[in-house]
């Protein structure tokens, strides 16, 4: 006796139900990868004032992943995308294309590479790690005591939150750049060349 399969007509018609609205679904992802790809080309080339495709990688040249991994492109894009989806990356080159490969991408891959000098000499005060980092930033000498004071208070908060010891060396650095990023472009942008 062969085996047949006997299906209810409720049964086929949910799994038809199913497939369309997947299909449906996958049409609307790619449009709107699609437009998204077209809006940021178009937008880095309007913005650079250069042709299509003129500005940054922002997934190579921009982001936590170009800080991290500047000479090794692959590594670049699957640290962006890991890191948030290549949201960050996206918006420096569409916003702030400026940053992209610069000096605040150097001093981000500067604090990765030297975070447990950095934040013992923020605890300090003082350090050649910390005015390495600052001069990398294009701060004044004369600005370095106040921008270290300054951060001291949101880097021992941050340092001494339950939070810290649960995230890795990459994310430790990430919020120390933010910290010192945030208060550099708040309160000393006009010592500060980046």
Known sequence: MPLTATYSTNTIETHIKIR???????????????A??????????????????????????CGIG?????????????SNVIWD???????????????CKGSKVAA????????A??????????????????DIFGCSADSH??????IRGDVALFVGSSAYSQ???VEKAAAYYEIVNSEIASNFSASCSV
Do not use: C
């Open 20 to 34: 369309v609205e997947f299909m449906k679904i996958r049409t609307i992802l790619a449009v709107g990868i699609v």
């Open 36 to 61: 998204a790809l077209t809006n940021t080309s178009a937008v880095l080339a309007g913005g650079s004032g250069g042709s299509v495709g003129s500005g940054p990688n922002p997934f190579v040249d």
């Open 66 to 78: 170009a800080a991290l991994f500047p000479d090794t492109h692959w590594a670049a894009v699957i």
């Open 85 to 99: 989806v290549g949201t960050t990356a996206m918006t420096s080159a569409t916003m702030s294309p400026e940053t």
């Open 108 to 115: 981000a891959k500067f604090i990765t590479e030297t975070y």
């Open 117 to 134: 000098n950095v934040v013992e000499e923020t605890a300090v005060g003082q350090g050649e790690h910390i005015t390495a980092m600052l």
């Open 145 to 150: 005591t106040s921008i270290v004071s300054s």
């Open 167 to 169: 995230v890795g060396q």
